[in-house]
C-alpha cells in the first residue's frame, strides 16, 4: 500500500539498534518517573529554603517594624528637647537683647543729658551775651545822644 505522497508506509517494528521510544528516552533520561520524583524533592528543598529565607527577613521586617514606634517616640522627644532647648535659648538670646537696648537707650538718655546741658549753657550764655550787648549798645546809643544832644544845647547856647 502506498500513500499519495508516494512514500512507502511505516511499520511499527522498530528500526534495528532501537527498542522503542521509551527505553530510549530511560536510556538517555533514566527513569522518568524518578526523574519527576526528584525534581519535585528538588524543588520542595529550594521552595523550603527560600521559605526559610523569607521567614527569616521577614522576622528582621516584622522587628524593624515593631521597633520604629519607639524609634519615632525618641526622635520626637529628641526634636522637641532641641525645639524647646532652641525656643528657650532664643528667649534668653531675646532678653538679653531686650536688656541690651534697654541699657543702650538708658546710656543715651545719660549721655545726651550733658549734652543737652551744656547746649542749654551754651544758649543760656549766648543770651546772656546778647543781652549784655544790647544793654552796652543802648547805653552808648544814649551816651551818644547825650552827647549831640548836649552839643547841640551847647551850640544853641552859644548862639
Known sequence: ????????????????????????????????????????????????????????????????LQQIPAQLSSAKEHLDNNLSGTQSTAVEKLQALQQAITANSQAREKSANPTRSAKEAFEKDINDAKEAFDQEMALRHADVVKQYVGAFVNQIDSY
Not at 511499520?11 to 527498542?19: L, N, Q, R, V, W
Request: avoid cysteine; aromatic fraction near 6%; proline fraction near 8%.
Open 1 to 64: 500500500m502506498q500513500h499519495d505522497s508516494g512514500t512507502p508506509p511505516r511499520t511499527t517494528t522498530p528500526a534495528p539498534g532501537t527498542t522503542d521510544v521509551h527505553a530510549l528516552y530511560s536510556r538517555l533520561l533514566g527513569n522518568p518517573q524518578a526523574n519527576a520524583d526528584k525534581a519535585i524533592s528538588t524543588f520542595q528543598e529550594e521552595f523550603e529554603a527560600k521559605k526559610t529565607l523569607f521567614m527569616e527577613k521577614d522576622d528582621k521586617v516584622v522587628s524593624t
